[in-house]
């Protein structure tokens, strides 16, 4: 819109300019006027008409064309030129309102081809903000492609496509190396655990402080292991590889990971609540098993005494939704909205040495983008967070992105 303004007011001012040159011209230009003359005669009782063709001069004032008005006509030379200079003013006030009339008429008109013109130099920037507004971690393989003849616009959108491929580049690399790094951690792991059990194992028996101290790094070695884990499935995820795509009962994972962790509920004195519709989702029965694993157990890690844990199933169009809320200490919205970021915990009561990593809400919200869902976090004024994860119902497009 502001584009078609100025460009029917640059055409406007344009218009307005020549019309002005014009009227000038015309009422400076010498023309040639015609005057009906009529005088009667003292004899008879018959008019005499003749026509009597002037021009006027430059400076306004009356000059006989090539037939003088004949004698006995009783015409004045004021006569004439008051007459010449009323038709004069007359065409004048006529001509200048047809150009207020055309002018207006190229106003609108101007309007109009201001506003085509606009869309058609616009539209390649529309395609490259839409394309742009779709791309994001998850999808960087797409690329604007702007076809066309080398002007600026194709060359911005040759310089975001250079971007978007560095920036895969780099993101591809950092998902390679955590899985590189991650998978040749767990041998080092392994040995020293064997190294422990063996050292532990042998006799004499070892004393009470090195017991002790086997207890703490064997903890702490469990610590690693579901830390190196927890890295591989997290790159496992961002880079949507899954093997074993197939249709998967939601609510039947849902329910077997409730069954495994209702021991660990009830030590922890905390009451589950399930309500699991039948719904269908197409993925990797591994990878969503590992997301419902995650939010039950931070569901039953970051409670209170007495809490409670409400699982859902349900399905919405052609969406499943999986919701787990519970109850626990009062969060600040905003830092519920960073849990989802590797590392990052909310409050100084889901911080320390709680037995998490701080990976779970990062690798299920990785797990959801690579099945083409969503995540949201949302905290509970009674205490407590919501987690409401959206995956596409089995049958549903499903894009090729995750098959790879």
Known sequence: MRLALAYGALFLLCGAALLAISYFFVARYPFAATVHLTSRSNVTSHG???????????????????????PGLGVSSGSVREALNAQHSADLHTLLVWFAVALGAMAATSVLLGWLMAGRVLRPLRRITSTARHISEENLHQRLALAGPSDEITDLAATIDGLLARLEGAFDAQRAFVANASHELRTPLAMMR????????????????????????????????????????????????????????LPQITADVLDARADGAGAANVTVHRSLDDVKVAGSQTLLSRLAVNLVDNAIRYNEPGGWVRVTTSAEGRSARLIVENTGPVLDPEDVGQLGRPFRRGGAERTGSDGGVGLGLSIVAAIAAAHHGTVEVEARSQGGVRVAVELPRAGAAFPDRVLS
């Not at 884990?229 to 074993?244: H, K, N, T």
């Open 48 to 70: 005499v008409s003749k026509t009597v063709r002037l021009i006027p001069s430059s400076n306004g004032t009356s000059s006989p064309g090539p037939k003088s008005p004949p």
């Open 194 to 249: 064997t190294s422990l059990d063996v050292a532990a194992a042998k006799s004499p028996p070892v004393s009470n402080d090195a017991s002790v101290l086997s207890a703490k790094v064997r903890e702490g070695l469990d610590q690693a292991e579901r830390l190196v884990e927890s890295f591989l499935v997290l790159a496992r995820a961002e880079r949507g590889v899954m093997e074993d795509l197939t249709t998967v009962s």
